[in-house]
């Protein structure tokens, strides 16, 4: 299926979505933006609408066009719904989400923290709290670059050999969780399991949700919702000393 008719397909639901959660009729949608109804039928069936009558409903609804036009709304969990209901524009990036709290040493150099396996729980709820970040462990790596700003998981498990219980993963922060590279190891920080390393299937665009996949085939592949996920962090290095 080519981008643009792949693109209209998902607006026409995402109109139809919209609509009904307002239980707003066709005809009341039609009349509050002054079109055809025929056309709105049009439009929810995936006909492409011109720009003009997009900004009209980017604007009705207060969402983006390109979050109108390339995601699946419906698969978005109720806070992210709530909020587009307040007049907040959906965020599926990651980047609007929080800013990220760090700590720096004596010169001004960023650190980086430890989140040892019996931290991450409090991890995972403290992660945007400055006192929790400022009571971590923390060291430096020179031959990092000074580009990114990087934390240092334990690993809990043995779900991801060669990294095996009780390694250090040292990861980079990621801003726009779009650009996740499918097949790639990441460190996914989630509200319900807490820090989690894994291989990770970018289906953001399609389904708003990683798959997560171990290297120990024991384990199954399950997917997250970026509802539930707190951070993202990018491996670079690991290695199994102990603190």
Request: no cysteine.
């Given at each position: 299926?080519?981008?643009?008719?792949?693109?209209?397909?998902?607006?026409?639901?995402?109109?139809?979505?919209?609509?009904?959660?307002?239980?707003?009729?066709?005809?009341?949608?039609?009349?509050?933006?002054?079109?055809?109804?025929?056309?709105?039928?049009?439009?929810?069936?995936?006909?492409?609408?011109?720009?003009?009558?997009?900004?009209?409903?980017?604007?009705?609804?207060?969402?983006?066009?390109?979050?109108?036009?390339?995601?699946?709304?419906?698969?978005?969990?109720?806070?992210?719904?709530?909020?587009?209901?307040?007049?907040?524009?959906?965020?599926?990036?990651?980047?609007?989400?929080?800013?990220?709290?760090?700590?720096?040493?004596?010169?001004?150099?960023e650190n980086i923290e430890l989140?040892?396996?019996?931290?991450?729980?409090?991890y995972a709820a403290g992660y945007n709290d400055p006192g929790f970040i400022e009571s971590l462990p923390k060291f430096q790596l020179p031959f990092l670059s000074r580009n990114k700003t990087y934390r240092c998981f334990q690993i809990d498990g043995d779900s991801m050999p060669p990294v095996a219980n009780g390694s250090w993963v040292t990861a980079s922060f990621v801003e726009d969780w779009t650009k996740l590279k499918s097949g790639t190891p990441?460190?996914?920080?989630?509200?319900?399991?807490?820090?989690?390393?894994?291989?990770?299937?970018?289906?953001i665009e399609e389904e708003q949700s990683l798959l997560l996949v171990s290297t120990n085939r024991l384990y199954e592949p399950y997917l997250v919702s970026v509802n539930s996920i707190a951070e993202v962090w990018k491996f670079e290095t690991f290695n199994g000393f102990e603190v």
């Open positions: 299926m080519k981008k643009e008719q792949k693109e209209s397909l998902v607006f026409g639901s995402n109109l139809n979505f919209l609509r009904t959660r307002k239980k707003l009729s066709q005809t009341q949608l039609a009349v509050d933006l002054e079109i055809k109804r025929t056309s709105l039928i049009g439009y929810e069936k995936g006909v492409q609408p011109p720009f003009k009558v997009l900004l009209q409903l980017a604007d009705y609804f207060g969402i983006s066009i390109d979050a109108l036009m390339r995601y699946n709304l419906s698969k978005l969990g109720e806070f992210e719904l709530s909020r587009i209901d307040q007049g907040f524009d959906v965020d599926i990036t990651g980047s609007k989400l929080r800013l990220l709290v760090t700590t720096t040493d004596k010169k001004g150099k989140v040892k396996q019996k931290a991450q729980a409090g990441y460190v996914v920080v989630t509200k319900d399991d807490g820090v989690v390393f894994k291989l990770v299937y970018n289906k």
